[in-house]
């Protein structure tokens, strides 16, 4: 039942974000489903996880955001989208129902119980590689930013430029 | 069709990924993008977990979907300060404005 | 500690390059000095590593189960390339602080340069065929990135972006071999290979062998690919002697010596070595005879060596070829230095507007003409005695023809050396020149490396040895530094070889009086200086490659909406595909 009825609010958060016209509504909306998919993950056994889904995705990308929007401005997000309504439902749906059909059925089944490590022991034992990527990545995010940021001095003015940002 | 947890979390993923791929074709605001992107990435990371659950390698499935988290983070970083460049230079935050960096 | 200085030695020139971009442009001598101390500092952990060649250490990085553990083997091979790479690397970049003087962008130039030290550092090291591929690639990169340093220049863009697509070209072959290695063994490491190719079937393992020989054509420029190396003249000097001297081009000929005991066997394997290298060696050293342009006439004379080292591995002398590409790397980066250094000075790379440089310039005249006699294989120099190892290797049960060419190309190296050093250090001055000597830095750079070229054949007794212990697989015949002065001495092929070298000697010397014979062959020289017609056909393929490249530029409108619709409909198809037939 609690399943259910975070799966509701999961959907209910996800199309509210989409359909939403200010994007600091639209960032609110992303927050629930952020918190909402943490406490499904919690409820599937993962609790590590749910966490730090919880304090990352709902927390700082949150913050994240509500930051850049200050930055950029509010601005009227009624902009039309370059493919037709009706073309971009058809898609989503049809893309929707077949993967309905490929996945459902069928994923109801007892899980074969393989003997496997402690969590720690699988992160740190035996994805090395991947840890050594996330680093770099995490190191090439920050390195992007502080580029992104920094180009402040040098960017063109002359393009509406913000008041009481530096 | 009997609603077991692991139906539950596969419509979950499924409506996940439909919402943001609806969003991604008609949206054309660069921070919405952002948003249309961290809700497929979040549909990602409980798929990521529900695998792990159903073959029986729980632990690597959720080490897995810790990776997702981390780039998904990464990701939002860099498109948020992105857009931010963006609409300091081009003066926009509208998609089509960045053709214009096409040559 | 060995594992120290192995990831020193791949480490420090990365983080130096790092370090460099991060610190950017602000302070010209500061950018100098750092990018001095990493290579330095690189090139010391190298020769560190040298005494534990012998101990042939494996060090694996476990990495989760896909891919195998990525291996790091320290054998005579690994460590004697890679204190090749990173000390001539390390006197590359101490002659760039003269070179260099006053340029913009140091940063990018200096990053670079230790990125490509590190990458070769890690190719030569590696026993994971798919980490060297990706070692492959870095250095493929950085060449293309420094040989269009100054990329507000057409020529240099387009040199660059030649040797980019070439070398691609021959990457898909190692990657070829790569990916059939993991297909049939399930492991990445090729030593399972060298000690037993039969894990590989006979089909599978002459793809995997000719993979490699494309591979290494295209990087060590020989025939078919070998016009991209000329163009790439177009990059700074120091760049030229990296290149040539250091680290790309070393890249084919070690792939060849390092899969030698598991191709040796392929059928026409060692003969398609041989025709490749003697093809390229002839070849090049006809161009280098009518080229006026002083580094392409160097270009040419690398190929030519390159191709003496390839024609080696394919006559079974491995120790012949890697003690010649010793020898080649210590006597071309001197020359590539000196010639830096006379370019720097004159502002010209035409040897027809210098001439009677040798009085202005004694310093780099001398240098210049060592290595020049050490490239023309005159005795006591390095270039003779390794020259001669391979030519030895030549006669010993392989086709006579080759040899019988190879010997002429040892004559034409003679008379094109000659050529070059007369017309650039001697005859008449022109007018109103100022000239000046290398600077300090270049002095450096130029004097351990002359020094160098009249003493490295010293050190093949314990060369040989290192190879021979480490390399268990490669079943070397090695003999002490005083066994192979005598075999050489004594060996009648000697005095063959160094007669057709007295005669191309001569014959430079007095080429006036040949003007008849050079009219006589005055079509073969148009020829050359067209490339032999090789230089149309790579032209095609760049050329092809671009326009396909321009045309595909029709399905990138730059429209995120479309770009996600497009990608949608595939995935739609994979989809639809699965749940109509795949359940």
Redesign the interface.
């Known amino acids: 039942m609690l399943h259910l009825l975070t799966a509701v609010g999961i959907l209910v958060c996800a199309i509210q974000a989409i359909r939403s016209r200010r994007l600091i509504v639209s960032a609110l909306w992303l927050a629930g489903t952020s918190a909402l998919v943490a406490l499904e993950l919690y409820l599937l056994g993962a609790p590590e996880i749910g966490v730090i889904e919880l304090s990352v995705g709902a927390g700082l990308v949150t913050v994240l955001f509500v930051f850049a929007i200050n930055l950029t401005g509010e601005e009227a997000t009624d902009l039309r989208?370059?493919?037709k309504e009706p073309l971009a439902v058809v898609?989503s749906v049809?893309?929707i129902v077949?993967?309905g059909?490929?996945l459902v059925p069928g994923i109801d089944r007892a899980a074969p119980s393989v003997g496997e490590p402690a969590l720690k022991v699988v992160l740190w034992g035996?994805?090395?590689?991947?840890l050594?990527l996330q680093a770099v990545l995490v190191f090439c995010g920050v390195l992007g930013v502080l580029g992104l940021l920094s180009e402040r001095e040098s960017a063109p003015t002359e393009h509406n430029p913000l008041e009481g940002v530096e | 069709m009997t609603l077991s947890v692991p139906n539950i979390v596969i419509l979950i993923v499924i409506g996940l990924l439909g919402t943001g791929?609806y969003a991604?074709?008609?949206?054309?605001n660069l921070i919405k993008?952002v948003v249309a992107l961290q809700i497929m990435v979040k549909a990602a990371m409980l798929a990521l977990v529900l695998a792990g659950r159903l073959q029986g390698q729980e632990n690597l499935g959720q080490s897995l979907a810790l990776t997702v988290i981390v780039a998904d983070t990464i990701v939002a970083v860099v498109g948020l300060a992105l857009a931010v460049q963006v609409r300091r230079v081009v003066g926009s935050l509208d998609?089509?404005a960045?053709?214009t960096?096409?040559r | 500690m060995a594992m120290t200085w192995l990831s020193l030695t791949i480490g420090l020139p990365w983080l130096g390059a790092l370090i460099i971009w991060l610190v950017g442009d602000r302070d010209e001598k500061f950018t100098h000095g750092l990018a001095v101390a990493f290579s330095v500092a690189a090139g010391l952990a190298a020769l560190l590593l040298l005494p534990y060649g012998k101990e042939r250490l494996v060090y694996a990085?476990?990495?989760?189960?896909v891919?195998g553990d990525f291996t790091f083997v320290v054998d005579g091979l690994g460590v004697f390339l890679t204190a090749v790479a990173t000390v001539v690397g390390s006197l590359a970049v101490i002659f760039s602080v003269d070179y260099m003087h006053g340029e913009h962008q140091l940063a990018r130039y200096y990053a670079f340069v230790l990125f490509f030290i590190g990458g070769m550092a890690g190719l030569v090291l590696t026993s994971n065929m798919l980490l060297m591929f990706f070692f492959w690639e870095i250095t493929a990169l950085c060449s293309y990135a420094l040989i269009s340093f100054h990329n507000d220049d057409p020529k240099a863009v387009a040199g660059g972006i030649k040797a980019l697509i070439i070398t691609q070209l021959g990457g898909i072959g190692l990657l070829a071999g790569a990916l059939l290695l993991y297909a049939y063994t399930g492991s990445n490491d090729f030593h399972l290979l060298l000690e037993n190719p039969a894990i590989l079937p006979a089909g599978a393992l002459a793809w995997v062998a000719f993979g490699c020989l494309i591979a290494a054509a295209a990087k060590s420029a020989q025939f078919p690919f070998q016009t991209w190396l000329p163009d790439a003249m177009e990059a700074p000097t120091p760049i030229s002697a990296l290149i040539h001297a250091a680290t790309m081009v070393n890249a084919g000929v070690y792939l060849l010596a390092r899969f030698y005991p598991a191709f040796a066997e392929v059928a026409g394997w060692r003969e398609a070595v041989m025709i490749c290298g003697m093809l390229s060696a002839l070849l090049a050293a006809v161009m280098a005879l009518v080229a006026t342009d002083l580094k392409r006439v160097l270009a040419y004379s690398t190929i030519s060596q390159l191709g003496f080292m390839v024609y080696a591995v394919g006559a079974g002398g491995v120790f012949a070829s890697q003690f010649h590409l010793l020898s080649h790397s210590i006597f071309k980066a001197l020359l590539f230095l000196a010639a830096g250094a006379v370019i720097h000075s004159v502002g010209t790379r035409d040897m027809r507007q210098m001439g009677g440089l040798g009085k202005d310039m004694p310093l780099t005249r001398t240098v210049f003409v060592m290595g020049g006699l050490a490239l023309a294989g005159v005795p006591v120099f390095n270039g003779f005695w390794s020259k001669e190892l391979i030519l030895e290797a030549g006669l010993h049960e392989n086709p006579l023809w080759l040899y019988v060419l190879m010997v002429l190309v040892a004559g034409l190296t003679a008379f094109y050396t000659v050529r070059m050093i007369t017309m650039v250090f001697y005859g008449e001055a022109p007018l109103n020149r100022h000239i000046h000597d290398a600077g300090f830095a270049m002095k450096v750079a130029l004097i351990p490396l002359a020094v160098g070229s009249l003493t490295t054949w010293l050190l093949a007794g314990p060369f040989g040895n290192l190879l021979a212990e480490s390399l268990p697989t490669h079943h070397l015949e090695v003999h002490s530094t005083l066994a192979v002065v005598e075999e050489v001495i004594t060996a009648p092929a000697t005095y063959l070889a160094l007669g057709v070298v007295a005669v191309g000697w001569l014959s430079s010397w007095r080429r006036q009086r040949l003007s008849r014979v050079g009219k006589a062959l005055g079509g073969v020289g148009k020829a050359a200086a067209e490339g032999f017609g090789f230089e149309t056909i790579n032209r095609g393929v760049v050329n092809a490659t671009q326009k396909l490249a321009e045309a595909l530029r029709v399905t990138q409108?730059?429209?995120?909406?479309?770009n996600?619709?497009a990608i949608?409909?595939a995935?739609?198809i994979l989809?639809?595909s699965?749940?109509v037939g795949g359940?």
């Open positions: 989208g370059l493919i898609v049809l893309t077949l993967l059909l490929l035996n994805r090395q590689l991947d050594i | 791929i991604l074709l008609t949206v054309r993008v998609l089509n960045l053709t960096l096409r | 990085i476990p990495i989760g189960g891919f409108p730059g429209l995120l909406n479309w996600v619709f949608l409909c995935l739609l989809l639809a699965l749940a359940r």
